[in-house]
């Protein structure tokens, strides 16, 4: 790691800190830092919990406010309230299969809010030259879809397919494009698929497990042969954590765990996880493996070269695939009444939408 930070947060805006990611980074770095005020802005949209947060939600250094980052009032008065040294941008609408059943939401929240949210920095930082940070949480989907071979890397020109990256790789521009107009210090960081603790149970591992529990079919697209490179989410905590501190302004980092897998090999392994932790006969949930018809778009494969955040920052990832699924595993598994508050009548309309007829 290089010797001295860049960067110095004081007051931080967290957005999307009660979603799957925000609310691992909180859930860290509140207790980690006492002496930084950490402000969780969330719309608490159907991906949005605070009970996810309840361990933190009265530290003196932690304050939540319910808002739209789309909603320009409401943030310039968020502006107005605090002075923002940092912001840490995780909010968005992140799920590739609502994007295609409605990609609206996707525009207004990770792209018209990125914006909004840049505006406010710019309106609020000026020209000043003291120490602030935009770090804006971004995705490997931007680059689109890889063949057998190679990696994306800093040099991936941009193709995204889905509304989903599009209307993040349309927030990446601007946050680039912030930079070279009015100089704003940011960061990107476009990381690979996560998984762990608190991720809502429309993603492939979470859901997996929640259908492995109920003994219901687990829908694997097509032929399941896509791939995708997966990252525990407290490995992707403290890259950013790395990052915001000791990155390089103007900086674009490139965040993977080299835990490329097939969806079929995937989801297997985390089936024989939950035989052997529930003592089911081994192997026996794998028939519950459906194939379904494929994602329509759907990228064939996903992988980083992280070697520039690791020889720069001195980041890499602790957990194994292995570990981190069976941690993730348990910590489902001893959380059913996380599970049973999620899994609401909203999810269960969203659930039949998606894999009806399917
Ligand atoms: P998530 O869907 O679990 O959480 C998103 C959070 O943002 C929710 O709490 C939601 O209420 C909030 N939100 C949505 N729209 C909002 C709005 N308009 N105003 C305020 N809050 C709003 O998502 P996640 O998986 O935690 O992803 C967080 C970020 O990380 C996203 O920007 C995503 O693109 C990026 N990312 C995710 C992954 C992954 O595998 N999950 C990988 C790389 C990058
Ligand atoms: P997902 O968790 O939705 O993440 P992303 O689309 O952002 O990569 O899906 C991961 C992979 O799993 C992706 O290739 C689609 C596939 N998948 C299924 O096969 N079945 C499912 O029910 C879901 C939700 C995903």
Request: glycine share 6%.
């Amino acid at each position: 790691m290089p010797a001295a930070p860049t960067h110095h947060p004081q007051c931080v805006l967290v957005t999307g800190g009660a979603g799957f990611i925000g609310s691992n980074f909180l859930l860290k770095m509140v207790p980690r830092y006492p002496d930084v005020r950490f402000i969780n802005v969330d719309k608490l949209t159907y991906a949005g919990n605070l009970l996810n947060l309840q361990s933190i939600e009265d530290a003196p250094n932690y304050v939540f406010v319910r808002a739209d980052i789309a909603d320009r009032n409401a943030v310039l008065r968020l502006f107005d309230r605090y002075r923002f040294t940092t912001i840490i941008h995780f909010a968005a609408e992140s799920h590739v299969d609502r994007s295609i059943l409605a990609p609206l939401a996707f525009v207004e929240s990770n792209t018209l809010g990125t914006v909004v949210l840049l505006e406010a920095a710019r309106r609020a930082w000026g020209d000043s030259s003291t120490d602030r940070r935009f770090f804006h949480v971004s995705t490997d989907e931007v680059f689109g879809s890889l063949g057998e071979e190679s990696c994306f890397t800093l040099d991936t020109p941009y193709d995204p397919h889905s509304p989903y990256s599009a209307s993040k790789a349309a927030a990446d521009h601007f946050v680039r494009a912030y930079a070279h107009t009015y100089g704003l210090p940011v960061t990107i960081s476009n990381c690979s698929n996560n998984y762990g603790p608190y991720q809502f149970p429309e993603k492939l591992i979470p859901l997996v497990i929640n259908n492995a529990l109920e003994k219901r079919a687990i829908p694997v697209y097509g032929t399941g042969q896509n791939v995708r490179d997966w990252l525990h989410v407290e490995d992707h905590c403290e890259a950013i954590d790395t990052m915001l501190q000791y990155g390089a302004a103007g900086a674009t980092y490139l965040v993977g765990g080299h835990g490329e897998r097939t969806n079929l090999d995937l989801v297997r392994l985390v089936l024989d996880l939950v035989d052997e932790e529930l003592g089911r006969i081994p192997e026996s949930s794998r028939r519950l493996i459906t194939f379904v018809s494929d994602r329509p778009g759907h990228d064939f494969r996903y992988a980083i070269d992280a070697r520039y955040i690791r020889e720069t920052l001195g980041w890499q990832p602790r957990y194994t695939l292995n570990d981190g699924l069976r941690a993730t595993v348990r910590w489902y598994l001893s959380h059913r009444e996380w599970l049973k508050q999620v899994l609401d009548a909203s999810y269960r309309t969203y659930y039949e939408t998606q894999y009806a007829n399917r």
